[in-house]
């Protein structure tokens, strides 16, 4: 199984601030034949379920704000949310979609400082 | 709109069974992959199981293999997922997933609210 990891479990950002979390898999998810990074980000706030953000690393999900951007490549991935806004308090997620079993990173809580 | 709505979840003992349903709308639910992803309570989320669009090929997390099955119905646009053998570590909200069309990758782009399973004497 892939297993992700993320760092840090939880980090507390100023209003306006940059948020960065990171990901990283045991294993590599670039397929080499299509060049795409088979990682994904999802935001849960309180009570209710996970939403996609962003897919094949980079790409965001249509209506998610662009201060949300993905990046990296291989085995280490990262999540920024440019200014932090109150509405983006919640726990995230990477996600590996390269292979079964399908598997989660622990969740990165991301509060108000 | 996309909508999923799970339902079936309840407090069952140790050894029992159950059964979960997903109800679907807003898409053409018998192009798509579905699945079912869990959380314990104030845990991580893990994937459970995958059912492709037409009920052909499923696939299972090791923690669950041969205790729980999933399967579809296109004409009623519901999933299922029958669980067996029940122990307190499936105590979690089940969520349904949408997932793509063509391909049975892990990528959910929709998720239901979830139904809570809890497993206790």
């Known amino acids: 199984d892939i297993v992700m990891t993320q760092s840090p479990d939880s980090l507390a950002v100023s209003l306006g601030e940059r948020a960065t979390v990171n990901c990283k898999s045991s294993?590599?998810?670039?397929?080499?034949?299509?060049?795409?990074?088979?990682l994904a980000w999802y935001q849960q706030k309180p009570g209710q379920p996970p939403k996609l953000l962003i897919y094949?690393?980079?790409t965001r999900e249509f209506g998610v704000p662009d201060r949300f951007s993905g990046s990296g490549s291989g085995t280490d991935f990262t999540l920024t949310i440019s200014s932090l806004q109150a509405e983006d308090v919640a726990v995230y997620y990477c996600?590996?979609?390269?292979?079964?079993?399908?598997?989660f990173g622990q969740g990165t809580k991301v509060e108000i400082k | 709109e996309v909508q999923l709505v799970e339902s079936g979840g309840v407090v069952v003992q140790p050894g029992g069974s159950l059964r979960l349903s997903c109800a679907a709308s807003?898409?053409?639910?018998?192009?798509?992959?579905m699945h079912w992803v869990r959380q314990a309570p104030g845990k991580g989320l893990e994937w459970v199981s995958l059912?492709?669009?037409?009920?052909?090929?499923?696939e299972y997390a090791d923690s669950v293999k041969g205790r729980f099955t999933i399967s579809r119905d296109n004409s009623k646009n519901s999933l299922y997922l029958q669980m067996n053998s029940v122990r307190t570590e499936d105590t979690a909200v089940y969520y349904c997933?949408?997932?793509?069309?063509?391909?049975?990758?892990?990528?959910?782009?929709?998720w239901g609210q979830g139904t809570l399973v809890t497993v206790s004497s």
């Open positions: 294993q590599s998810v670039l397929y080499s034949s299509n060049k795409k990074n088979f």
């Open positions: 059912i492709n669009w037409d009920g052909s090929s499923t």
């Open positions: 807003g898409f053409t639910f018998n192009d798509y992959t």
């Open positions: 996600q590996q979609y390269h292979s079964t079993p399908w598997t």
């Open positions: 094949w690393a980079s």
């Open positions: 997933g949408k997932g793509q069309i063509g391909t049975t990758m892990g990528l959910f782009d929709y």
